[in-house]
């Protein structure tokens, strides 16, 4: 028997690194001489496409690094620092008492619900979720679109953040974070094939997880760029380069606004969000609101505004448009990244088409209750004049006030280190920086097969033990070189990274200067 042949090769996209490993099976290789029904060449040829560079090459070798020192390895540090991800607690943000305190008790009332050391409005917060639940539990199913009565909490938080414009709790769904909202609706907006393909623009750069969901149900992703000049703002003249030029191989559908911006932290204004409105209205094109960061501002001179407030301030006719927006319990404060909460709530939706949604969720039956649960108390959370009112707005401020210590700290010192600059961070949890790479550097990465930003980082994560993400993971003009790094970690641990990715600046450049 000839051994089995093996083929290996490293693909390298625009965006990201994506290593493909083929290989042929012979029949020997597997039992009663049959060959495997699944394998690389068999399955859909999608999710081979399918790249995210949050958690890509760069990260990979993190915790290969990290195995290595478990193992005893001596590295010029003791520990990988990750700052490519706006995971809260993994980075050492604690959690909010009065969140911890009701899910507790909703995973074993009978234990916790007459407990003494839980104050009053913590088990009546319980006994409200546990009683929207079939047999006063978590584990039972709950209705498709989420527990009613927590629908409810959303649709009147939303009703106090807009002013008091209406929120129908019908049109909200409870989810399994935003991720799997986002996912749902682009896959509802999907039609067509070849030319006719739906096309979603996408901003650049974008949230990685917008082109992994395009590239794997089969959409055209239509990249509009950010004005990086401009504090990262949304250009009227661009979003009409982008639309007409992707014309010719789709037919432009829906419009993706995130706001606060991840990766690059910004804070659309009011008018700059009246302008996008305006355009969708004139190009008929379903807006879709990522708003998950929507209490992470930091910018005193910015505000947050709802795209469903200012479309509805904006009057006719623009009040009837579609529009679907996103919020999730895994940021601003809270930081429950794998409790799984979120909601999207629909604006304007097709009737028929909310009976082919409902038709769909109810397939899923139902997102995780305990993420649920945490979408009502944060929207909802412990009034003044309650017992734990008085903790938990010192725990929600403090956290508030540390990350906008830290947004300021970062850009600050970027801006000091010759051949960075990073635009202020105005919200979200993520810093953007420009960097310039030396032409030597980007020659040695072109034999490499690799973006030179991904070079720079993977050189980073080597000398100092920091992980961030190569900004060709996200998107960005051709030329410019960024990466993103999360604002998460400690102020003494952040304060000492950006030191040390200061000096690993000065001896990446010394190294391959010309």
Not at 334 to 350: I, K, P, V
Not at 428 to 442: D, G, L, T
Request: proline share 6%; charged share 25%.
């Amino acid at each position: 028997m000839l051994p089995v042949p093996f083929s290996s090769c490293v693909v390298f996209p625009s965006r990201s690194i994506l290593i493909k490993t083929h290989r042929r099976f012979s029949m020997a290789e597997t039992k009663r001489g049959k060959p495997k029904i699944l394998t690389v060449n068999s399955m859909n040829p999608r999710v081979k496409d399918v790249e995210y560079a949050v958690r890509g090459a760069v990260v990979e070798m993190a915790i290969g690094i990290e195995k290595e020192i478990t193992k005893g390895a001596k590295k010029p540090f003791d520990h990988v620092i990750h700052a490519n991800i706006g995971d809260c607690h993994a980075m050492g943000q604690r959690p909010i008492t009065f969140i911890r305190q009701v899910t507790s008790i909703l995973q074993y009332p009978e234990l916790l619900l007459d407990d003494p050391r839980y104050p009053e409005d913590v088990k009546e917060k319980a006994r409200f979720i546990l009683g929207g639940c079939g047999g006063q539990s978590t584990g039972a199913y709950t209705d498709s679109q989420g527990i009613t009565r927590l629908r409810e909490c959303v649709a009147r938080y939303i009703e106090r953040r807009d002013g008091g414009i209406p929120s129908d709790p019908d049109s909200i769904y409870l989810t399994n974070g935003a991720s799997e909202a986002i996912r749902t609706i682009l896959g509802l907006l999907t039609f067509g094939r070849g030319p006719e393909r739906t096309g979603v623009m996408v901003p650049i750069p974008q949230y990685p997880l917008y082109s992994a969901c395009l590239s794997e149900i089969g959409a055209v992703q239509i990249g509009y760029y950010l004005d990086e000049e401009s504090g990262w703002s949304l250009d009227h003249d661009e979003l009409q380069r982008a639309l007409d030029a992707a014309k010719e191989k789709c037919v432009p559908r829906a419009l993706v606004v995130i706001n606060p911006g991840n990766p690059t932290g910004q804070v659309l204004s009011r008018e700059n969000i009246e302008s996008v409105i305006r355009f969708a209205h004139d190009n008929h094109l379903f807006l879709m609101s990522d708003e998950v960061y929507q209490e992470n501002i930091y910018d005193p001179a910015t505000q947050f505004h709802s795209f469903k407030k200012v479309l509805h301030d904006m009057g006719e006719p623009y009040l009837h448009m579609e529009l679907a927006s996103f919020h999730s319990a895994s940021k601003c404060y809270m930081g429950e990244c794998g409790q799984r909460g979120g909601y999207m709530e629909l604006t304007n939706m097709d009737s028929d088409v909310r009976v082919q949604l409902r038709k769909l969720v109810s397939a899923r039956l139902c997102s995780n209750v305990n993420g649920q649960a945490i979408m009502s108390i944060v929207t909802e959370p412990p009034q003044p004049g309650q017992p734990s009112h008085e903790l938990f707005a010192k725990e929600r401020q403090a956290v508030l006030d540390s990350l906008k210590l830290r947004a300021e700290m970062v850009a600050r010192t970027f801006n000091t280190v010759e051949g960075i600059s990073c635009n202020r961070v105005q919200g979200a949890m993520y810093a953007f920086p420009r960097i310039e790479i030396p032409a030597r550097a980007v020659h040695e990465a072109s034999l490499q097969g690799i973006h030179p930003d991904v070079l720079y980082c993977m050189e980073l994560l080597r000398e100092t033990g920091i992980c961030v993400v190569p900004g060709s993971g996200f998107g960005q003009r051709h030329g410019t070189y960024h990466f993103r790094m999360t604002i998460l970690p400690p102020t003494d641990e952040i304060d000492a990274l950006l030191q040390r990715l200061a000096v690993f600046h000065a001896d990446f450049t010394r190294k391959y200067a010309d």
